[in-house]
Nanobody, 128 residues
């Protein structure tokens, strides 16, 4: 199982980025995928999650209406479209996968149980 996140960069407040998580080694439709982020000096937090089978999505309250997670099984890729970016969205973003469920833990979308498979992070910096 491999995951590779890409698409990060420097963007001005109000701008947009689309992160990609390319996967291999498993059937994407049968694994839940989560996007997590970690800002300097802060703990890692779940941002968005897409579940198996029905593709239900879950988002952190602070990104609802701005971020959207989606899945293209034909390309084995999961996306995180991020619009109306704010400086507080600055973080390293990671994608993770496992044969797990998306759940809300303390109002944060995460995979449960904790995912075994992680991609390398991609840096997102929102600054003017």
């Amino acid at each position: 199982v491999q995951l590779q996140a890409s698409g990060g960069g420097l963007v001005q407040p109000g701008g947009s980025l689309r992160l990609s998580c390319e996967t291999s080694g498993f059937a994407l439709d049968y694994y839940a995928i989560g996007w997590y982020r970690q800002a300097p000096g802060k703990e890692r937090e779940g941002v968005s999650c897409i579940s198996t089978i029905d593709g239900s999505t879950y988002n952190l309250d602070s990104v609802k209406g701005r971020f959207a997670i989606s899945r293209d099984s034909g390309k084995n890729t999961v996306y995180l479209q991020m619009d109306s970016l704010k400086p507080e969205d600055t973080a390293v973003y990671y994608c993770a996968a496992d044969y797990a469920a998306c759940v809300e833990r303390d109002r944060t979308p995460v995979l449960a149980p904790d995912p075994r498979y992680w991609g390398r992070g991609t840096q997102v910096t929102v600054s003017s």
